[in-house]
């Protein structure tokens, strides 16, 4: 299926950009958008990540997830740069209101302010959010 | 335009699948082309023949199926969410063993890369969604 569209497609290349908004495991929107991202890989698009409001908690180390029975599958994030997905931006407000770091977080991130993360969002060709 | 449309909601809890058909029923009634409705979350609900609801309300299921047909719009049903939520074709169904399927005509599941490919190829993707 991908192949044909890859073909079909002959390099189009789009700015995408996934906008993570929830927290972790409350609902299943973090881990549905996560399986989005790691298709997205497949089709040689210009792929970003932006983490605002709760959706920062996606990010924070040392989840651990046995109590809620489900899968901690925070690790995935830490993979996405083998999938070369190396753009992922964090919202600074989000961050501060919840007393987080940039050193509470698993991965290697650009924090910016909501401004800045505005202008980011307009240069973008798709935008889906979860 | 070419417009495609990702639906994230389910059906009667939320008022994203009614938004995104009157969205659908405006945009077709002004000339664009809605090229695909992709459905995702729970929004994969929306795709369910056995949906009854009370007889003098809208029937959500039946109005997509008729807009798909009669607009030759590509109504997809994403698998991985269609199946956490139960809902099957009826290779899929048998595939995994079981003794029904439930998909309503003119929908049909595939996979998460008819949603990227429906980004690439639409002039918009309009996301429907919490």
Redesign the interface.
């Known amino acids: 299926?991908?192949d044909e569209?890859d073909f079909e497609?002959g390099g189009?290349v789009?700015k995408?950009m996934f906008v993570n908004r929830k927290a972790p495991y409350g609902t299943?929107?973090a881990l549905?958008g996560l399986?989005?991202v790691l298709?997205?890989a497949?089709?040689d698009?210009d792929v970003s990540l932006a983490f605002v409001d709760d959706g920062v908690f996606q990010l924070v180390k040392g989840q651990k997830t046995d109590g809620v029975e489900m899968k901690n599958f925070s690790p995935t994030y830490r993979a996405l740069e083998g999938y070369d997905i190396e753009k992922l931006y964090v919202d600074r407000e989000s961050l501060e209101a919840r007393g987080l770091t940039e050193d509470d977080l698993l991965v290697d991130v650009q924090v910016m302010s909501a401004a800045e993360m505005g202008d980011m969002m307009a240069q973008q060709?798709?935008?889906?959010?979860? | 335009m070419k417009i495609a449309i990702m639906v994230n909601e389910g059906p009667y809890t939320h008022q994203a699948t009614d938004s995104a058909y009157q969205f659908a029923k405006a945009a077709i009634a002004k000339g664009h082309e809605i090229t695909r409705v992709f459905f995702y979350h729970d929004g994969v609900n929306n795709g369910t023949r056995l949906t009854v609801p009370p007889q003098d309300d809208r029937h959500i299921v039946n109005r997509w199926s008729e807009m798909g047909t009669q607009h030759n719009i590509d109504l997809v049903i994403c698998i991985a969410a269609a199946q956490r939520r139960g809902l099957l074709d009826e290779n899929e169904a048998k595939r995994q063993g079981k003794n029904a399927d439930n998909i309503a005509p003119g929908f049909r599941i595939s996979g998460l890369g008819q949603l990227v490919e429906a980004g690439i190829q639409s002039d918009r993707l309009v996301v429907f969604g919490d």
């Open positions: 299926m991908s569209m497609e189009t789009k995408f299943i929107y549905e399986e989005v298709i997205s497949a089709f698009q060709d798709v935008l889906i959010s979860f």
